[in-house]
Nanobody
Framework: QVQLVESGGGLVQAGGSLRLSCAAS????????MGWFRQAPGKEREFVAA????????YYADSVKGRFTISRANAKNTVYLQMNSLKPEDTAVYYC????????????????????WGQGTQVTVSS
């Protein structure tokens, strides 16, 4: 049974930083691409960032490019999202997810590409 558990969310002022973690169990995530998505109240869940199964490639939504960094620590079976220069519009519940296909890195921006999701962690950025 695959489980993903996010942590690290919280309340931060605009311009501040947070680091989200996503710890996986039941699957060796080093064989899978991993993604972060977010969902604000009343909005669709949207792509934020993804990292290839090899860790050699990363992808970002235009809205976070240059501010957020995704990384993975395979020995810990954990993926991170470092968020800097946070803005009020970054306020959302953040979810990590693992690709449904092993050794595959494509359609990383699509929710349908991911098989397992965490429960989410709330990030609130005050102005």
């Amino acid at each position: 049974q695959v489980q993903l558990v996010e942590s690290g969310g919280g309340l931060v002022q605009a311009g501040g930083s947070l680091r989200l973690s996503c710890a996986a169990s039941g699957r060796t995530i080093s064989n899978y691409a991993m993604g972060w998505f977010r969902q604000a109240p009343g909005k669709e869940r949207e792509f934020v960032a993804a990292i290839s199964w090899s860790g050699g490639s990363t992808y970002y939504a235009d809205s976070v490019k240059g501010r957020f960094t995704i990384s993975r620590a395979n020995a810990k079976n954990t993926v991170y999202l470092q968020m800097n220069s946070l803005k009020p519009e970054d306020t959302a519940v953040y979810y990590c997810a693992t690709d449904r296909r092993i050794y595959y890195s494509g359609r990383y921006y699509s929710k349908e590409e991911y098989a397992y999701w965490g429960q989410g962690t709330q990030v609130t950025v005050s102005s």
